[in-house]
């Protein structure tokens, strides 16, 4: 069963919520997983409608005096079950590095909630033919020294940086190579079977060449999710 996780980032205001909501509610999804990673404030709207969710992004920090924050405790407390963590533009715009995103990861599992790491190369990586060895080193400083029994329970989500939101598009076996690699480097190391997603400018033209990728076990999608039209056509090809 696919894994299919909506991130909505700073979208949607709340007068356009019910009708998103029902729209949403809608959609064939008896065969995959879906998650939906609202803004924080939306979250148990989509609880009480029956979706499972998760968050954006969580605070590396366990509670206390961190004004504007969220922690793991929080999310797991009104029924999150997972949490995005080192979304590109988290690094890009919040500085966020490996170190914190390792904080991050540890707070979730220490509240049984399961990450979803995302990693990729930039453009200049992709051109230096440096794409897999840049996200090998954001997974190994990301998860190391996790205990094996929870990395299990760890998504990666493989996002080029130069296809989110840009309309470019990776061919199928760059795509395919990067997620063997990612899948295969971390079963030699950890013995472990590790989910891998895609992310990055899917679309319901493209994600029949993804289903194709057997290897894949589901998708990020951004822009995508806004479009519950568009969502109801890609639901329809998984
Ligand atoms: P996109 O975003 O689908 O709009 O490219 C994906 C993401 O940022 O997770």
């Not at 997983?33 to 366990?62: H, M, T």
């Not at 194709?212 to 519950?228: E, F, P, Q």
Request: aromatic share 6%; charged share 25%; glycine share 8%.
């Amino acid at each position: 069963m696919k894994l299919v996780v909506l991130n909505h980032k700073m979208n949607i205001a709340y007068n356009e919520l019910d009708t998103y909501i029902n729209a949403l509610a809608c959609i064939k999804r008896d065969n995959i997983e879906l998650v939906v990673c609202p803004s924080d404030i939306y979250l148990l709207k989509f609880i009480e409608r029956g979706f499972v969710v998760g968050g954006q992004n969580v605070s590396f920090n366990e509670k206390g005096n961190y004004t504007g924050e969220i922690s793991a405790l929080q999310l797991k407390s009104i029924g999150a079950k997972y949490c995005i963590v080192g979304h590109s533009e988290r690094r890009k715009y919040f500085d966020e590095d490996s170190n914190i995103i390792h904080r991050k990861i540890q707070m979730l599992l220490a509240n049984n909630i399961q990450p979803i790491l995302c990693v990729g190369e930039n453009l200049s990586d992709k051109e230096k033919k440096i794409s897999k060895k840049v996200i090998m080193e954001q997974i190994a400083l990301s998860i190391d020294g996790i205990p094996k029994d929870s990395l299990k329970d760890i998504v990666i989500a493989y996002e080029p940086v130069w296809a989110i939101g840009s309309g470019m598009f990776p061919s199928l076996d760059y795509i395919a190579d990067i997620v063997d690699c990612i899948k295969t480097s971390i079963k030699q190391v950890t013995g472990v079977d590790i989910r891998v997603l895609y992310g990055g400018s899917v679309s319901d033209e493209n994600i029949l060449g993804l289903q194709s990728i057997d290897i894949l076990d589901g998708y990020l999608l951004g822009n995508v999710s806004l479009d519950t039209k568009k969502m109801s056509n890609l639901t329809e090809k998984l």
